[in-house]
């Protein structure tokens, strides 16, 4: 911050000068030591003519309570300012309970994104398996009993030593 040095000045003018050297980039703490004026006072009197610091960005406007939720992304919105403004206020036990209600939103939000995700998938499943059967050869004609040659037995020896059969002899010292 620059060091601004503060006029002196008389009794009548003190809150301009505190407002013009606060605006301009002085500390509250600074402006309040170095004209005498209680912080409490201070902060009472700037709160109350809305006094903004030029190196501060304009503070958001107001939330309208009796508005209507259009959206989701809305009331996400609408909720996280609410948790910013209570934290201004200094008011902790809001700001859990707001926090609360944003994390349960933004649980929905990603379980609709994900929703959404697998209809996509779905739908690009189903126009792929579409694709696939208009392209497969057309079917063939179904067949019947007749249709089907009579299987030939033809004579096998089994490969398993162990295995007994009418062709073969029984090797020394079998039980028969």
């Not at 008389?10 to 703490?29: I, N, S, Y």
């Not at 299987?151 to 002899?169: I, N, Q, W």
């Amino acid at each position: 911050m620059t060091a601004t040095t503060l006029p002196d000045a008389p009794a009548d003018d003190l809150w301009t000068v505190a407002r013009e050297a606060f605006q301009a980039g002085a500390t509250a703490q600074r402006v309040c030591r170095e004209l005498g004026i209680s912080p409490t006072t201070f902060w009472k009197r700037a709160s109350r003519e809305g006094w903004l610091r030029r190196d501060q960005p304009p503070p958001q406007p107001p939330i309208d309570p009796g508005r209507a939720v259009d959206d989701l992304a809305t009331a996400i919105n609408k909720v996280w300012r609410r948790i910013c403004m209570a934290l201004d206020a200094g008011d902790a036990l809001a700001a859990v309970r707001w926090t609360r209600i944003h994390s349960q939103l933004k649980a929905e939000a990603l379980a609709e994104r994900r929703a959404e995700a697998a209809d996509r998938r779905r739908a690009g499943h189903t126009l792929s398996l579409d694709a696939l059967r208009s392209a497969r050869e057309p079917p063939r004609a179904p067949v019947t009993p007749a249709a089907i040659p009579e299987a030939k037995l033809e004579k096998g020896e089994s490969v398993f030593p162990d295995s007994l059969s009418p062709a073969r002899p029984l090797a020394r010292g079998a039980d028969p």
